[in-house]
């Protein structure tokens, strides 16, 4: 069984910063990809970012690039999501996702086979 597990979601005032971070457990993968998705009431799971974790490439969508780091640690068990100046419009819950079975369209969440719980981060104007 594969889990999922966010943490580091919290209130911020508009310009500050957030590190998000998803670790892994259970059943491990060859080729595998992480990514991050962001939500809010009423609207659809938006992508934000993802990394394949064989080839280390990172995307992200157009709209975060430069305030949005995706990045894993060594041990490849966790992925973080490092947040810089934030806006009130980043007020979402935020989902790791696990994609298992490539190739993959890494900006849809249809790529991704397992999720965590949802970390709440919420931007204060």
């Known amino acids: 069984q594969v889990q999922l597990v966010e943490s580091g979601g919290g209130l911020v005032h508009t310009g500050g910063s957030l590190r998000l971070s998803c670790t892994t457990s259970?059943?491990?993968?060859?080729?595998?990809?992480m990514g991050w998705f962001r939500q809010t009431p009423g609207k659809e799971r938006e992508f934000v970012a993802a990394?394949?974790?064989?080839?280390?490439?990172?995307y992200y969508a157009e709209s975060l690039k430069g305030r949005f780091t995706i990045s894993r640690d060594n041990a490849k068990t966790t992925v973080y999501l490092q947040m810089n100046s934030l806006k009130p419009e980043d007020t979402a819950t935020y989902y790791c996702?696990?994609?298992?079975?490539?190739?993959?369209?890494?900006?849809?969440?249809?790529?991704?086979?397992?999720w965590g719980q949802g970390a709440q981060v919420t931007v204060s104007s």
């Open positions: 990394i394949g974790w064989n080839t280390g490439n990172r």
């Open positions: 259970g059943r491990t993968f060859s080729r595998y990809a």
């Open positions: 996702a696990l994609g298992t079975s490539p190739p993959y369209e890494f900006g849809s969440s249809s790529a991704y086979d397992y």
